[in-house]
Every structure is written in structure tokens, then in C-alpha cells.
């Protein structure tokens, strides 16, 4: 029986239980004020105690009939013929499962063909099982929770404590998850600095993994990677974004109209939503060719179709919409008083943007600056298809160089053994990625806080 089904049911005697519960906290003889709660809390607390039990019970069983229903196709007599090795058994009752699901139309070994059948109603048997269990879970829990329904039942107060429950289970998902990331990242970059100096990874300026492979330790050296990075995505990319989304932000606080604020701004904040491929396949087909030809045509030696130009200004373009957007919140949240005092001083509206508005707004644009520059750094797509993949420590921008995420991607790519220093590699950059962009986020937040406490 599916995890689906399960939940389908789960949900579906919630639903009707919720109907119920209502409809008899409906019927109280007595006046509305002298209950507790509302019919609708009452309906929602049996509808709690319906499906929750169900919902959990699902959760286990999702995970504990397969080793049931293999063991009872392993005690069938079609499984006498199976051989002992144990990776022989797991290919052909892997081969069987595929039959019974459909995934596979035919099995290489005949021995699979004979099992199917067996674990097809094997899976039917615990499946019936598991749907019983759950009805009868959720036949209990409703039936318990309709008993406790009366004018005096505190419902709502059992209710909006289930409620508080769930969303600090969220919080808590969203944490361990983040703690076990890093805590990921961790044992396996100290795996890595066991086999690599730390130094010579730091501050190392030649990068060749393949020469890492044949046991030259030296050649992980990451100052490459950490130039690529700072030259695409901090550099290049934000000497287009930051003045086009200031720019532009000005316009659309300052000077736009209402109605062309109205539909200028969000064609300005579709950009963010564009898909990083797409920016990946503009700068690849586009840009990489324009910039190319124009090094060529200035006299530039070895302009390479994959540089770093290209992607840091199609980079750059994504970015627009990170600066623009925060840039416009912090201007409008200048007090007007500022404006009109510098105006009633008689200072032009250019003078009065560039020595008051620009300056009071001045902490929630460089917060969004250093938000943008988070977001850059992390991107992967636009440079691997437009910078290229060499670990150049170079300051051509018509060169091709490449990034930290980049190297992380092409380390983790295929089959790789993860007890060498060269794919351990990429968990360290990825620390120093996390690191660094954590740092960006904690120093942009506190900008940000420190603004909104000056002038909201």
C-alpha cells in the first residue's frame, strides 16, 4: 500500500470528521456564549485526533513493510532456488520488486520472473494490513476526540496548542538541517586537511586536481578558485548591478509617475525569477561571442569565448533586481520631513537625492549590496557555461577562469572516491563558501536591523 493512499485516507476521514465534530458542537443546547469554543475548533480537534494517528502510523509502516514483504517472498518456496551470496539475492529480488511495480517489462534472470508474483502479493497482504491499521488508528482517535466533544471542552485551547507544536517542528526541521549540513561539511574538510595542509590550500596558487590524484598534495592550492570568485561574481558583477539597480531605484522612488512605477517595477523584479540557465544559455550564446569579437577588434591577445567579462556582466543583469529592490525599500522609508526640509532649503531634487535621500539610505543599500554578493557568489550555472572551467589567477577579463562552485560541481561529478584529498576537496571549498557567505549575510542583516531601527 502507498505512502499515498495512506495519506489520502489519512486526509480524507479528517476531513469528514472535521464535518462531524462541527456539526454536533452545532447542536449544544445552550447559548453561544456560555461554550467554551467555537463549533469550528471542536471540528478541528476531532479532526486532529482523526488523521494525525493515521498520518504517523503511515510514516512507520512506509518504512518498515519492505523488509516485511521481502522476507516473506525470501520464505516462499520460489525463493529455495536463490544462491547464498547475498549480492546475488539483493540483484534478483531487486529484479522482482521491478517486475511487481511495473518499472521493469522483463528480468535478466529467470529466477526474478518466478519471485514477482510472490512479492506482488506479498506487497498486497502487508498493504491490506497497513490500511486496516490506519483506519482502525483513525476510527479510534476520531471516536475519542467526538466523546470529549461538549460545551465546557476546552477545544480551541487543545487546538492552538497542536498548531504551536507543528510550527515549532518546522522550525526545528529547518535547524537540524542546517546543523547536519554543516556538521557535513565538517567531518569531511577535516578528513581533507588531514591529507592537505592547511596553508597549502589557503594560499596555495596552483590548482590541478588531476596532479592531486597522482599524490602532488601542492596542487590543491585554492587561491585560484578564490580570485574567480571575487573577480566574477564581487567585481565584474557588481560594477553592473550596483549602479543600474541604484539607478534605477532612484527613478522609480523619485522621478517615475505612479502608473509607469506600477508596471516598470515588477518587469524590473522579473528578472529575479528568470531561471540561472537561461542567463547560463544568453551569456554562453550572446554575450561570450559579442565580448570575444570586441577583444579581438581592440587588440587583445588570446580573447577566449569563454571569459570572465561575459558571465560577470550577465551576472551582474540577475543581480539588478537584489540591489534595485532593496534599494527602493530604503529610499521610500526616508522620512518625508528629510525631503521636504531639504527642498524648502532650497536645494534641487538632484541635490536633494545625492546629499540627503542617498546618505539616510545609505545603510539598507549597502545591505542589500552585500545580499547580492552573497547571491552571486554562490551561482554556478552562468559560469560554468560562460567563463569556462581553468583556474586561472589572472586579471583579463577576456580570460577564462572559474569559480569556487563550479570546481565543487565538476569534483562531485561521476563516479568519484571519497576517501582521496582530490574530491575531499570540495567540501572544503564548500566550507569556506559557507564561511564566507555567512559572514556576508550576518554583516548585511545587521545593516539592515540597524536602518529599520533608525527610521520605521
Known amino acids: ?10 486526509v480524507g476521514l479528517g476531513a469528514v470528521a472535521w464535518l462531524v465534530g462541527r456539526a454536533r458542537a452545532g447542536r449544544f443546547a445552550v447559548p453561544a456564549r456560555a461554550q467554551h469554543s467555537l463549533p469550528g475548533y471542536h471540528g478541528a480537534y476531532v479532526a486532529l485526533w482523526t488523521a494525525l494517528p493515521a498520518l504517523l502510523f503511515a510514516a512507520v509502516w512506509t518504512g518498515v513493510s519492505p523488509g516485511l514483504v521481502t522476507q516473506r517472498v525470501i520464505a516462499s518456496p520460489a525463493a529455495a532456488p536463490l544462491a547464498a551470496d547475498p549480492f546475488a539475492r539483493r540483484a534478483v529480488l531487486s529484479e522482482a520488486r521491478g517486475l511487481a511495480e511495473g518499472t521493469l517489462q522483463s528480468a535478466f534472470n529467470p529466477a526474478a520472473e518466478a519471485l514477482a508474483p510472490e512479492y506482488k502479493a506479498a506487497k498486497l497482504h502487508y498493504g491490506l494490513i497497513g490500511l486496516a491499521l490506519a483506519a482502525v488508528l483513525s476510527f479510534a482517535g476520531g471516536f475519542f476526540a467526538f466523546t470529549r466533544v461538549k460545551p465546557d471542552f476546552r477545544a480551541r485551547t487543545r487546538v492552538e496548542r497542536a498548531v504551536t ?14 546543523v547536519g549540513i554543516v556538521a557535513s561539511l565538517l567531518f569531511e574538510s577535516v578528513r581533507f586537511f588531514g591529507k592537505v595542509g592547511v596553508f597549502d590550500f589557503l594560499f596555495g596558487t596552483r590548482w590541478s586536481p588531476q596532479a592531486a590524484s ?8 585554492a587561491i585560484p578558485l578564490f580570485w574567480g570568485t571575487i573577480f566574477i561574481g564581487a567585481i565584474i558583477a557588481m560594477l553592473v548591478a550596483i549602479p543600474l539597480g541604484l539607478m534605477s531605484a ?11 512605477r506600477k508596471w516598470m517595477k515588477p518587469l524590473l523584479e522579473i528578472l529575479a525569477g528568470v531561471p540561472t540557465v537561461v542567463y547560463g544559455y544568453f551569456a554562453a550564446l550572446t554575450v561570450a561571442p559579442v565580448i570575444r569579437g570586441f577583444g579581438d577588434w581592440i587588440g587583445i591577445p588570446g580573447a577566449s569565448s569563454e571569459s570572465a567579462l561575459a558571465a560577470g556582466l550577465v551576472m551582474g543583469i540577475m543581480i539588478i533586481p537584489f540591489v534595485s529592490s532593496m534599494a527602493d525599500d530604503s529610499l521610500a522609508a526616508v522620512p518625508q520631513a528629510m525631503r521636504d526640509g531639504s527642498l524648502a532649503m532650497g536645494a534641487t531634487k538632484s541635490e536633494t537625492i545625492r546629499r540627503v535621500l542617498v546618505p539616510a539610505a545609505l545603510p539598507g543599500i549597502v545591505g542589500g549590496v552585500l545580499l547580492a554578493v552573497s547571491r552571486a557568489i554562490g551561482e554556478t550555472m552562468i559560469v560554468v557555461m560562460a567563463a569556462g572551467l581553468a583556474a586561472n589567477l589572472t586579471a583579463n577579463p577576456f580570460a577564462s577562469v572559474t569559480t569556487v562552485t563550479v570546481q565543487i560541481v565538476q569534483l562531485l561529478t561521476g563516479d568519484q572516491e571519497f576517501d582521496s584529498a582530490k574530491t ?25 536591523k540597524r536602518y529599520r531601527e533608525a527610521y520605521d
Open 214 to 221: 597522482g599524490g602532488d598534495m601542492k596542487a590543491l592550492g
Open 424 to 448: 575531499l576537496a570540495a567540501f572544503a571549498l564548500g566550507l569556506v563558501l559557507f564561511v564566507v557567505t555567512l559572514l556576508l549575510n550576518i554583516v548585511a542583516l545587521g545593516v539592515v
Open 165 to 178: 507544536i507543528t510550527l515549532l517542528l518546522a522550525s526545528l526541521i529547518a535547524i537540524l538541517t542546517t
Open 250 to 260: 532612484i527613478y522609480l522612488t523619485q522621478y517615475a509617475a505612479a502608473n509607469t
Open 1 to 10: 500500500m502507498s505512502l499515498t493512499l495512506l495519506f489520502v485516507l489519512a
